[in-house]
């Protein structure tokens, strides 16, 4: 998975899955996204530090994509963060299986309205609010709405294989024998394998 030593991290070496097809990595991905629901998408601010905050994505473009599109407002602080640095972070975690996901990648601001239209909501217009000034109503219209598009580079995900309780179990087996524990799947999709989907997408479009 990396050029980390792997005799000294054996819990990566033995999680590491590497026998999946492109597709069949991606469909895991979008599988864990849509348990987990929300994200936290992390920028740097021009003074180096890192901010997260909670954020929904409107969704991958098709099955075959890992971009994430989120809407937001404009005039909130994490625009002039992506305006100085466009290299961000979102992670993904569903408690229930302890299932997590990583994405590092590149942020694409526009304000497509067939893009906003096609995934605008009601609900997402409750956090905009309707100023009462005849152009920031809080509907698709409202200049404050853009989108974000996060274009991936690197994705990491971890993909539990026991139940909650045979977790427990093994780990602690695992930890009376010495063995090491990784009661789950550490999956990679590098950017060559992410170009390749997107290709297919685009091919078959």
Same mark, same amino acid.
């Given at each position: 998975m990396s050029s980390a030593n792997k005799t000294l991290d054996p819990y990566t070496a033995k999680a590491a899955k590497n026998n999946l097809t492109p597709q069949q990595k991606i469909d895991g991905l979008h599988a864990i996204i849509k348990a987990s629901g929300t994200g936290m998408l992390v920028t740097r601010?021009?003074?180096g530090h890192l901010h997260s905050r909670a954020?929904? @994505? /409107? !969704? @991958? =473009?098709s099955s075959s994509q890992s971009n994430l599109i989120? =809407? /937001?407002n404009n005039a909130s602080n994490k625009f002039d963060e992506l305006?100085? +640095? /466009? #290299? %961000?972070?979102v992670s993904f975690y569903d408690s229930k299986t302890t299932d997590w996901v990583s994405v590092a990648g590149t942020a694409r601001i526009t304000q497509d309205k067939a893009l906003i239209k096609k995934h605008w909501s009601s %609900? %997402? !217009? /409750?956090?905009? *609010? +309707?100023?009462? +000034? !005849? =152009? #920031?109503? *809080?509907? &698709? &219209? +409202? @200049?404050? %709405?853009?989108? =974000? &598009?996060v274009v991936p580079i690197d994705i990491r995900y971890w993909k539990s294989t026991e139940s909650s309780i045979s977790r427990s179990i093994e780990t602690a087996l695992d930890a009376a024998t010495g063995r090491v524990s990784a009661p789950g799947e550490l999956i990679q999709i590098t950017k060559q394998e992410i170009e390749l989907t997107q290709g297919v997408n685009s091919t078959a479009a």
């Amino acid at each position: 998975m990396s050029s980390a030593n792997k005799t000294l991290d054996p819990y990566t070496a033995k999680a590491a899955k590497n026998n999946l097809t492109p597709q069949q990595k991606i469909d895991g991905l979008h599988a864990i996204i849509k348990a987990s629901g929300t994200g936290m998408l992390v920028t740097r601010s021009s003074d180096g530090h890192l901010h997260s905050r909670a954020m929904t @994505p /409107a !969704g @991958p =473009i098709s099955s075959s994509q890992s971009n994430l599109i989120f =809407i /937001a407002n404009n005039a909130s602080n994490k625009f002039d963060e992506l305006q100085n +640095d /466009a #290299h %961000v972070n979102v992670s993904f975690y569903d408690s229930k299986t302890t299932d997590w996901v990583s994405v590092a990648g590149t942020a694409r601001i526009t304000q497509d309205k067939a893009l906003i239209k096609k995934h605008w909501s009601s %609900v %997402v !217009g /409750a956090y905009f *609010g +309707d100023l009462k +000034d !005849g =152009i #920031h109503k *809080g509907n &698709e &219209e +409202d @200049p404050r %709405v853009s989108i =974000i &598009e996060v274009v991936p580079i690197d994705i990491r995900y971890w993909k539990s294989t026991e139940s909650s309780i045979s977790r427990s179990i093994e780990t602690a087996l695992d930890a009376a024998t010495g063995r090491v524990s990784a009661p789950g799947e550490l999956i990679q999709i590098t950017k060559q394998e992410i170009e390749l989907t997107q290709g297919v997408n685009s091919t078959a479009a």
